[in-house]
């Protein structure tokens, strides 16, 4: 695989030179550094990567410099390559700008000139590490071959992705290397996706504890008894492990999916005590499980917690795998359950443009494209500003009649000055079709009552939720 790049960008020939030495020194064989005198020679040098198709990790860009600041070029830059991270290097007098440039272009970290080089890397090497999480690298790990409409490849790439295990997607539509390999693989059977590893074992449409297993997720506890068990893996829980452990209770925690529930979904939460920022959640996720692992929790991913009973003073938990564990104190953090839209078409299209919460493994195959979004609260909000990276145009359908009621302020300003993005209100979707994916949706006016269809590339669907809690009925009482 070619190195990753890092392009620093600056006017200053003294300051490009000094800060491209100390990258090279403090990255040496990890990362190849670029470096352009201007925004212009910059963008020249991106689009050249972008046509070699070499992954591009991070932008350290200086914001005053003529022509073009470093936040006209980073807005450019971001066209070619939306997950790339960004950095600013400002003068004090440009702090506004850098702050503003956090809503408008999606900053990740601005750092002020004169900076310390530790100072710098602190903060790379953790948007690096961030940015290696969460994008798909052309390098020889997993790979996951399938097509895009099969809900089976949207669930394995889900389960990988929500738990921050990186792969590389080969849509066997369009590459016809990868159908070559999946068909002399399968031998006759149409069964999709099909994982290669490394190693190279290859599994046939895997369920997820097959998957977790092969990737080093632990599946099941070490022993049966626990001072602490915790069943739900979403920020709840994870707090919970992280403080049960840290006080040195034996402690294990199940997830019946990924570490980082609904959490771990979503694109930017900005509201997150100590993340100025704001922290996407899969980083989130990454960083919570890490602390819980370090304090000597035990985690648990893709087992259901199935039963829950009391004996005596101790409470006892039966696991999908089928162990039955004991302990002290248990901690229900089941956290919610997604409720489904229930309109003509929509089962058969899960997984085919019909997505529900933010999908951030689907949103890429979108580029260029009109989806939909319904749902007027904030992760509907988050959602369209994240799937706007990607597609032409994002229309979110509200019933009631503004967002302002059940939405941040923030987020609502933001989306005001995305031109991107299309807000329709008293608006509601009686129905959607498509014969392979979603091709259609049909839409009411509430006040007049008037339908219309419409094309539609996707559907992403944010219409809240409903607790998860009939694993504790006729042990804890439910309201
Ligand atoms: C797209 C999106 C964006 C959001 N953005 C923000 C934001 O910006 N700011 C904010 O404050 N909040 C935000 N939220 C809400 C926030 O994510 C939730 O409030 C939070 O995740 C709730 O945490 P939790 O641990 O209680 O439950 P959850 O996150 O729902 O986690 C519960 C976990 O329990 C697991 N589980 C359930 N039943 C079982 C079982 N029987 N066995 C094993 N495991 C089980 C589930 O798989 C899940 O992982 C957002 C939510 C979404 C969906």
């Known amino acids: 695989m070619a190195k990753p790049v890092i392009l620093t960008v600056d006017d200053e020939p003294q300051v490009l030179n000094a800060v491209e030495r100390d990258l090279r020194q403090h990255y040496r064989g990890k990362y190849r550094i670029v470096k352009a005198g201007s925004g212009v020679e910059a963008l020249e040098a991106v689009q050249g990567l972008k046509r070699r198709n070499d992954p591009l990790a991070l932008f350290l860009v200086d914001q005053r410099m003529p022509g073009m600041t470093g936040t006209e070029f980073l807005a450019e830059a971001m066209k070619l390559y939306p997950d790339t991270r960004k950095v600013l290097l400002t003068a004090y007098a440009d702090t506004e700008a850098a702050i503003q440039s956090i809503n408008s272009i999606g900053l990740d970290h601005y750092l002020r000139k004169p900076y310390e080089p ?31 409409w099969s809900p089976a490849s949207h669930a394995v790439k889900d389960f990988l992705a929500r738990n921050r295990i990186p792969y590389q997607w080969l849509d066997i539509e369009a590459n016809s290397e990868a159908r070559e390999l999946v068909e002399a693989t399968e031998q006759g059977e149409h069964h999709l996706p099909v994982v290669f590893f490394p190693d190279g074992e290859v599994l046939v449409e895997p369920d997820n504890r097959t998957l977790a297993e092969k990737v080093g997720l632990q599946t099941e506890a070490k022993a049966a008894f626990y001072d602490l068990i915790i069943v739900g893996g979403g920020p709840a829980g994870l707090g919970a492990a992280v403080y049960g452990a840290s006080e040195g209770l034996s402690t294990t925690m199940i997830e019946q999916h990924s570490t980082g529930g609904q959490a771990g ?84 299209l ?92 049909t839409i009411r006016d509430n006040d007049t009552g008037d339908v219309e269809t419409v094309p539609a590339a996707a559907l992403f669907i944010f ?15 439910r309201n």
């Open 118 to 148: 530790q100072e710098v890397f602190d903060v790379l090497d953790d948007l690096l590490e961030v940015w290696r999480d969460t994008v798909d690298l052309p390098y020889d790990g997993i790979r996951v071959a399938g097509t895009l």
């Open 265 to 348: 979904t979503s694109s930017r939460i900005e509201n997150y005590l100590g993340f100025p920022n704001g922290v996407t959640g899969a980083d989130l996720a990454s960083r919570a499980y890490a602390q819980a692992k370090r304090f000597g929790a035990e985690i648990l991913t893709a087992v259901e917690a199935t039963k829950v009973e009391l004996d005596g003073t101790y409470k006892r938990v039966t696991c999908s795998g089928g162990d039955v564990l004991s302990c002290r104190a248990l901690v229900i953090s089941t956290g919610v359950t997604v409720k489904k839209l229930d309109v003509p078409g929509i089962a058969d």
């Open 350 to 441: 899960a997984g085919r443009g019909i997505y529900y919460g933010a999908s951030l493994t689907e949103a890429a195959y979108y580029k260029n494209q009109h989806v939909y979004v319904i749902g007027g609260a904030n992760s509907a909000g988050q959602g369209a500003m994240f799937f706007s990276r990607y597609a032409d145009k994002v229309t979110i359908l509200v019933r009631g009649s503004s967002m302002g009621i059940t939405m941040s302020k923030y987020l609502v300003d933001q989306i005001d000055g995305d031109d991107k993005i299309e807000v329709r209100t008293r608006v509601s979707v009686d129905e959607v079709s498509g014969k392979e994916k979603l091709e259609t949706i």
């Open 463 to 477: 219409i809240g939720a409903e607790p998860h809690t009939e694993l504790v009925d006729g042990v804890v009482e």
